[in-house]
Nanobody, 124 residues
Framework: QVQLVESGGGLVQAGGSLRLSCAASGPTFSRYVMGWFRQAPGKEREFAAA????????SYADSVKGRFTISRDNAKNTLYLQMNSLKPEDTAVYYC?????????????????WGQGTQVTVSS
C-alpha cells in the first residue's frame, strides 16, 4: 500500500506557473504507474497526465498537452507536475494517484490509491 500527499498548489495569475509535488510513502513507489487528475467545482474528476514506472512513457490530456510536464524521482519517492501557461480553466483540485497496472492509464478506475488533493486557482 502507498500513501500519497500532494503539495504546491496555490493562487496564480493566468500565464503563470506552478509545480505540484506528490510525496509517496513506502518502498515500492517505483513499481506504480502514477497519474495526475483534477476536479473542478461541479465537474467530474478528469485525467491530466500519467507516467510509467521508469518515466519513459508519458501521456497527457489534450487540454494540458504542451503546457504541463509530468515527471518522477523514484529515489525520492516523489511525483511532479510542472504547469506552465496556466489558464483560468485549469482551476481545480489536483490529485495524484497510483496504479498497480503495467501501463499508464487515463481512467480513474485504474488507480488504486489517491492523495487528498491540492487546490490550484488561476485568476484571469
Amino acid at each position: 500500500q502507498v500513501q500519497l500527499v500532494e503539495s504546491g498548489g496555490g493562487l496564480v495569475q493566468a500565464g503563470g506557473s506552478l509545480r505540484l509535488s506528490c510525496a509517496a510513502s513506502g518502498p515500492t513507489f517505483s513499481r506504480y504507474v502514477m497519474g495526475w487528475f483534477r476536479q473542478a467545482p461541479g465537474k467530474e474528476r478528469e485525467f491530466a497526465a500519467a507516467i510509467n514506472w521508469s518515466g519513459g512513457s508519458l501521456s497527457y490530456a489534450d487540454s494540458v498537452k504542451g503546457r504541463f510536464t509530468i515527471s518522477r524521482d523514484n529515489a525520492k519517492n516523489t511525483l511532479y507536475l510542472q504547469m506552465n501557461s496556466l489558464k483560468p480553466e485549469d482551476t481545480a483540485v489536483y490529485y495524484c494517484a497510483a496504479s498497480n497496472r503495467l501501463y499508464s492509464d487515463s481512467n480513474t478506475e485504474s488507480y488504486n490509491y489517491w492523495g487528498q488533493g491540492t487546490q490550484v486557482t488561476v485568476s484571469s
